[in-house]
């Protein structure tokens, strides 16, 4: 079953220089419970594809369905997570991770024991009366993925959320976004410039073009559900990447 359609999307902003072709004509089906990651240059539309999805942006041309409904806007049906970790800061963990459940009328009993559910999930039990002043990055990172999936969107949408941290604290995150996929499966649609990245977390990786951003390649991903460090180590894994690092070197050669 189709979780998300995208259909004819294109999007052109207008800028003092003149109007930019930021994205064309893109068709994308997403199944219920795939996990996808689109991989791109930078500046190729990946950002705003995601958005448009999320109902953040507008398309110029074409729609995106969700569930059959089409997106006219945000939803509860849809959570996203940023790159920016976007914690209110006056509010500790426990309650940043309350709040969309508060907004939407839970009562502070089942809202309480959500929260901890998905803290633990993290692994942050034991720090829900911190505030995000007294977290690392990638605990703040942690607490904004507890925040998207406490709410139980459909589809969670991230767009480069582990790209702000280091080396070891980004391949941690990754194994822990594996972890919660397989716990609590649910369509997921991620933005990353990380070509390793990419492969590891995904059914299958969408590789765009330059700008104006087109779909150039979809790569589907054939290793297995349970996959950790390890698995970058792999033949199948090189092989994946080696066909993902020359498409996307074809693109940035264009770029220069």
Known sequence: MESIKVQGVSKRFTTKKGSVQALNSIDLAIEDKEFV????????????LLRIIGGLETASEGHVMCHGSQVTGPGPDRGMVFQQYSLFPWMTIQKNVEFGLKEKGVNK????EIAKQYIDLVGLKGFEDLYPKNLSGGMQQRT???????????VL???EPFGALDMQTREVMQELLLKVWQTSPKTIVM???DI???ILLANRVVVMSARPGKIKDIIDVDLGKQRDYNTRLTEKFLEYKRQASNLIRTESMKVM
Do not use: M, Q, Y
């Open 157 to 159: 949408l991230l767009d």
């Open 196 to 198: 390793e990245e990419a």
């Open 109 to 112: 009993t089942k809202r309480i």
């Open 144 to 154: 904004a993925l507890a925040r998207g999936l406490a709410n139980n969107p459909d």
């Open 37 to 48: 990651t689109i991989l791109g240059t930078s500046g190729c539309g990946k950002s705003t």
């Open 191 to 193: 933005v990353t410039h």
